[in-house]
């Protein structure tokens, strides 16, 4: 059974730092592109950064470009999202997924597409 697990979220003043993490387990082959997006209270969930596993091609939200750095350790199974110069809009449910090629239908272009599991979420606050 595929599960992906976050953990790192919490509580921070603005201009503070968060290393969001993912581990993945339960699939035998990698994944095509693993993401991290997020939903804020009364929003639609949003796509905030994705990789590709086999090149490492990394994708942005125009909100986070230059704060945030997605990365993956292929070894541990774990993705990453350090988080930089907090701000109190970055405050939102933050879940990592991950294409695996089981054919899902959940799209975020220009990130991630056919995303075929979905981590529980880790909450991120940001106060001013």
């Known amino acids: 059974q595929v599960q992906l697990v976050e953990s790192g979220g919490g509580s921070v003043q603005a201009g503070g730092s968060l290393r969001l993490s993912c581990a993945a387990s339960g699939y035998t082959y990698s994944s095509y592109c693993m993401g991290w997006f997020r939903q804020a209270p009364g929003k639609e969930r949003e796509g905030v950064a994705s990789i590709y596993t086999a090149d490492g091609f990394t994708t942005y939200a125009d909100s986070v470009k230059g704060r945030f750095t997605i990365s993956q350790d292929n070894a541990k199974n774990t993705l990453y999202l350090q988080m930089n110069n907090l701000k109190p809009e970055d405050t939102a449910m933050y879940y990592c997924?991950?294409?695996?090629?089981?054919?899902?239908?959940?799209?975020?272009?220009?990130?991630?597409?056919?995303?075929?599991?979905w981590g529980q979420g880790t909450l991120v606050t940001v106060s001013s």
């Open positions: 997924a991950a294409d695996l090629g089981y054919g899902g239908s959940s799209t975020f272009l220009p990130f991630c597409s056919n995303l075929d599991a």
